[in-house]
């Protein structure tokens, strides 16, 4: 998108900052120190300050933005100069935000232009949090949630994490009852994945898995509460009430054009995608990004679009790409409709939620179609 003199794209910043290491954890952050941080800040606000680009998303990502304190957090999205109703996401954790002893200043957030708060619940059940390394407990996560609706800010996403250690049926019931009663707009719900050279990885025989097929059910279970309680299931992993889908994301999965700053932040602008070596210092230091490659080609829009519920839509599909599906891909389309993953009209093809428990087979499978 254009604006008078600017192209308008979404704006990524990574905070490759932690309080410590969660134990499934493979992103890209590390404890710091506090010159660390402020050389950061200080690099990521001039490089912002340089760019000819305006944004019309913003999102702080991580690693833990919230560690970093409001002040930091205020004078990057100031330096973004975000266009007017952008929508500017900063992730959180309740161990910062919700803390009893010190409250976590959400109005100065807002003061910034602030206007969504993504909160890494992952559980709303304690022992399955302690499982997970996470250090604050559901009340904390219920005070950070009330203090962002104090300071003015009510678009409030939570992440939930399915296949957890020790999960059950009861025990995911439990936490989705949480997000409904707390008033979040957005869930993320992810499944579980083990990385390697994780805690995880090392320990998985011991860790009270659920089972694949447990877990599937699970996913089943949360999108069949999270749709009767209004939310949308609009991704894979993610449902919204109506008007709260994440804009941000759906750059990611419409193929349109982002920009990543900060190391592991990756970009897709005018067709090329690059990213930033995992080196907080060599960032600092003006090292510039790794090209990787061409983006926004058949496969890959394919691919992305058929993570949303909307799926393929072909009209959408021919401006974008200036080509038609061919008819094998159709019929091949047909064949997974039939099967019962999907659904084939004359507008499109999307998955249904059996399909996106199979997503990564049906996808591989169907660009080969192309
Ligand atoms: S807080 Fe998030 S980014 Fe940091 S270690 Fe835990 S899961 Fe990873």
């Not at 890209?28 to 912002?48: G, H, L, M, N, Q």
């Not at 998985?204 to 089943?220: G, I, M, R, V």
């Not at 599909?317 to 091949?332: H, S, V």
Request: glycine share 8%; charged share 25%; proline share 3%.
């Amino acid at each position: 998108m254009m604006t008078a003199d600017k192209k308008t794209v979404g704006l990524y910043i990574h905070i490759p900052f932690c309080r410590s290491k969660c134990p499934y954890c493979d992103f890209y952050s590390f404890f710091p120190r506090p010159e660390t941080i402020d050389r950061y800040v200080d690099k990521i606000c001039a490089d912002i300050a340089n760019l000819p680009l305006g944004f019309d998303t913003v999102y702080l990502g991580g690693g833990t933005p919230s560690f970093i304190g409001e002040d930091r957090i205020a004078s990057i999205i100031e330096s973004a100069k975000a266009v007017k109703n952008a929508e500017i996401t900063v992730e959180c954790n309740p161990s910062d935000t919700g803390n009893a002893e010190r409250a976590f200043d959400f109005s100065r957030l807002k003061d910034a232009g602030v206007n969504r708060i993504s909160m890494g619940l992952q559980s709303a059940v304690n022992t399955e949090r302690k499982a997970l390394g996470r250090r604050a407990g559901r009340d904390e996560v219920s005070r950070a949630v009330e203090r962002c609706y104090k300071a003015g800010i009510d678009n409030v996403s939570l992440d939930l994490m399915l296949g957890i250690p020790g999960q059950t049926e009861e025990s995911i019931s439990e936490s989705i009852d949480f997000c409904i009663s707390s008033g979040a707009k957005h869930i993320s719900a992810y499944i579980l994945k083990i990385e390697e050279e994780t805690y995880f990885s090392r320990n998985k025989e011991k860790l009270n898995l659920p089972s694949d097929d447990e877990t599937a059910d699970l996913y089943l279970l949360t999108a069949e509460k999270l749709k009767s309680a209004g939310f949308g299931h609009y991704e894979i992993s993610n449902f919204a009430l109506p008007g709260y889908e994440s804009r941000h994301n759906l750059k990611y999965w419409h193929c349109e054009e982002y920009l990543g700053l900060g190391p592991a932040a990756h970009s897709f602008i005018d067709g090329r995608r690059f990213y930033y070596e995992k080196d907080v210092e060599k960032y600092i230091s003006g090292c510039l990004p790794v090209d990787d490659g061409d983006g926004g080609n058949e496969r890959e829009y394919i691919m992305l679009t058929l993570r949303l519920s909307e799926g393929i839509v072909f009209q959408k599909y021919a401006g974008k790409l200036d080509n038609i599906l061919g008819e094998g891909f159709i019929k091949r389309c047909r064949f997974y409709a039939d099967s019962g993953f999907g659904t084939l009209t004359e507008s499109g093809f999307s998955l249904n939620e059996k399909g996106f428990l199979i997503s990564n087979s049906i996808i591989s499978d169907l660009v080969d179609y192309l």
